[in-house]
């Protein structure tokens, strides 16, 4: 992604957007308004992209071998926050589908993705993965259409933490194949932060732009990658 960037939740700014200098920070007003749940979440490229594509094959049309062109993405993504993490181990945590849309679909594309971007991270970082801290207790409805207000009513009380003994006092890194609004994870990472963790960030391959979207990669190099 080219441009610049809120330092929270990687939105593209709007044209003139102040840097705060004794913050070392320039925020989207969504994040200017209230702070997110999470420290900081990182995107490889825009979703309006090839990448869309590549997403939709995973997900719908199950080609399995997509993941790991999407998990080498994300393991960019995760080496450069790299610099926030601790000196302890950090615990990935893949956002969770309604155990129903799992069981129909066969897999889980944030596990699939995250697994695959662990094997490409450098051997210095120390991760933990675990699919099964975190559960969707409910089918939601889309988020499409909905205001932010309806958007975050609607997934209130869809997550819960299975065992917050593991989650006291870690780092977590929730990963996921899309940053749509930003509602999902930030409820995540409220349930988590209740939980007792200790410090959240997240990790997508893609993430939905507001502002001067443009056109990264085209598919038919994507589909190339696929295909090798």
Sequence with gaps: MEGRFCTRCSERLAEGQPFDVDRNESLC??????????????????????????????????????????????????????PCFGVNEVLVVPIPLHRAKQRQRGFNQAELIGRAALKGCPAGIRFEINPHLLERRRVTQSQIGLTRHQRRANLRGAFRVVKPEKIAGREIL??????????????????????????????????????????????EDLQVAVAG
């Excluded at 749940?37 to 990182?42: P, Q, R």
């Excluded at 959240?200 to 001067?212: E, G, H, Q, S």
């Design 174 to 219: 929730l990963v996921d194949d899309v940053f749509t609004t930003g509602t999902t994870v930030s409820e995540c990472a409220r349930v988590l932060r209740r939980a007792g963790a200790a410090e959240i960030w997240v990790a997508t391959v893609a993430r939905t732009l507001k502002l001067n979207i443009h056109r990264m990669e085209n598919f």
């Design 29 to 82: 007003p969504v994040c200017e308004n209230e702070e997110p749940a999470f420290g900081i979440a990182a995107a490889y490229g825009s979703y309006e992209t090839g990448l869309r594509e590549l997403i939709h094959l995973l997900k719908y049309d199950n080609v399995r071998p997509a993941a790991n062109v999407l998990g080498s993405m994300l393991a960019k993504v995760i080496v450069r926050l790299q």
